[in-house]
């Protein structure tokens, strides 16, 4: 197969930019999934 | 939960199914040769970024229409999306490119209308974070995005309007144009699969919307 390297990198890169960009989601999500929990324990505390 | 496991792997075994079918089962284009087979991702995720942003431009409309929080979170889900799927466009092109014209990039009709379109779609999600004030961010970055979205059939035409570096459309391109059988059950498997997906990174970043959506609320009601 000619020019494989060229293609593997388009295929690669392509995914690695789709995989990080996941990654950030579920990491937002999950930061914000915490925070919920947080603020709804100080919410239920008495003041 | 399990929906969204289900449908994530669901999207994973299609874009698998699709870069098999690229790289086993279509057959090599007799000019360009292997570096061809990029083609069925590069124009899978432009065909894909392409309806997402159409999707984008319906939750903008519909937000300014109806003012409803939920098509804000569909707009701004839909931004993000379509401009990971430009950025890969943008990267898989000047890839293939290279070897094919000698050129990693030229300035040319549809290469130059496609930057200019990842460039709104930025502006979109910059102005989104310059605006602290809900409404008002909701309101603005959908008039914005509602103009950014004139671009995308800009992009489209660019190959019929204008002859330049970037090749004619090989769907209804007019005479010559047209693909092998084979290399076609392949394309049009690897945009669905590319839909798939998308649909899939659409719905989670939906989640993160609607979840950041539910903080708001909180911390309101925590000011209180």
């Known amino acids: ?47 | 939960m399990v929906k969204r496991v289900i449908f994530g792997t669901l999207a994973l075994l299609f874009v698998i199914a699709g870069a098999y079918a690229a790289f086993f089962i279509a057959p090599t284009e007799r000019t360009m040769g292997d570096i061809q087979r990029i083609f069925y991702f590069h124009v899978g995720s432009a065909w894909a970024g392409m309806d997402v942003f159409f999707v984008c431009f319906i939750g903008n409309l519909l937000y300014v229409w109806r003012r409803d929080p939920k098509y804000d979170s569909l707009g701004v889900s839909c931004a993000e999306v379509g401009l990971v799927l430009t950025t890969v466009v943008l990267i898989t092109g000047p890839i293939w490119a290279h070897p094919v014209w000698g050129i990693w990039w030229t300035w040319d009709a549809r290469l130059t209308s496609t930057f200019v379109l990842w460039l709104l779609y930025v502006s979109y999600l910059l102005l989104r974070s310059l605006i602290e004030e809900a409404d008002r961010r909701a309101l603005l970055s959908a008039l914005f995005g509602i103009f950014a979205y004139i671009d995308v059939p800009l992009v489209f035409f660019s190959i019929r309007w204008w002859r330049t570096q970037h090749p004619a459309p090989v769907f209804m391109g007019g005479e010559g144009s047209g693909l092998d059988p084979i290399m076609k059950k392949v394309f049009f498997f690897n945009v669905l699969a590319m839909h798939i997906f998308a649909a899939f990174l659409v719905a989670e970043r939906y989640v993160l919307e609607r979840t950041k959506h539910e903080v708001e609320l909180l911390q309101h009601e925590a000011e209180a």
Request: aromatic share 14%; net charge positive.
């Open chain 1, 1 to 47: 197969m000619k020019n494989l390297g060229s293609i593997f990198a388009a295929y690669l890169i392509g995914w690695g930019v789709f995989f990080l960009f996941y990654l950030s989601i579920a990491k937002r999500t999950s930061d914000l999934r915490a925070e919920i929990e947080r603020l709804k324990n100080s919410l239920l505390r008495p003041k």
